[in-house]
């Protein structure tokens, strides 16, 4: 079975720009969530959708929002970027049972 | 507040030796306990985790955690490590009303010939 697949796999963009980061979950799970991880750090919590409904949000500024679509993939967007936005974005698709499973992760660069 | 702590930010092991990673968390309800793996570049991936039940859980690769209510530990273990176990690992906590993770900082494993 196939995990979950992240798109772009590597993106370079300027400062003020706007970025679209794409998920498809595992087959049969309907949540997803988003995660930032910057260099030589854990990864932070960004959003958790469930049924293309928001169920959580970390503490992001209004600049990144998220949608969840009929077939439960996702998008994760960021506004007016920051040199502090070059991170890797993971996406994690979760079970019934509370497990979340990653995917390999955009690595955003913002020059 | 929630939190988890990874006091080794670097090991170095021989390798066949043995290997054991800290984990101490904050939380306020029961947890659920995980630990991640993470190659670099790459994404992460589960080697095992807690919910309820038996405390010393099995992962894979070898991999074994210890759940320890009382000292709010959950410490990562493995016999005879192997070159290939040299990687980042990530001790998370969850089960809260938002369904997120909470990360430890990771505990980079290296490993000697």
């Known amino acids: 079975d196939a995990g979950v697949t992240q798109s772009p796999t590597h993106l370079i963009k300027t400062r003020g720009q706007h970025v679209t980061l794409r998920c498809s979950p595992i087959s049969g799970h309907k949540s997803v969530s988003w995660y930032q991880q910057v260099l030589g750090q854990g990864p932070q919590f960004i959003f958790q959708?469930?049924?293309?409904?928001?169920?959580g949000r970390g503490n992001f500024p209004d600049r990144f929002s998220a949608r969840q679509f009929p077939n439960y993939s996702s998008e994760l967007n960021v506004n007016a970027l920051l040199l502090g936005d070059s991170a890797l974005y993971l996406c994690?698709?979760?079970?019934?049972?509370?497990?979340?499973?990653f995917g390999p992760g955009t690595r955003l660069l913002v020059l | 507040a929630q939190s988890v702590t990874q006091p080794d930010i670097h090991i170095t092991v021989s390798e066949g030796a043995s290997l054991e990673l800290r984990c101490n968390y904050s939380y306020g309800a029961t947890p659920y306990l995980f630990w991640y793996v993470q190659s670099p570049g790459q994404g992460l991936q589960l080697l095992l985790k807690y919910f309820s039940g038996d405390t010393l859980v099995q992962g894979i690769k070898g991999f074994e955690a210890e759940f320890k209510r009382s000292q709010s530990s959950f410490n990562l273990r493995k016999p005879s490590v192997h070159w290939s176990d040299a990687a980042e690992y990530f001790c998370a906590v969850g089960g809260g009303s938002q369904g997120n993770l909470i990360f430890g900082k990771g505990t980079k494993l290296s490993v000697k010939p």
């Open positions: 959708y469930y049924e293309k409904e928001e169920r």
């Open positions: 994690a698709s979760r079970d019934r049972r509370e497990t979340q499973y």
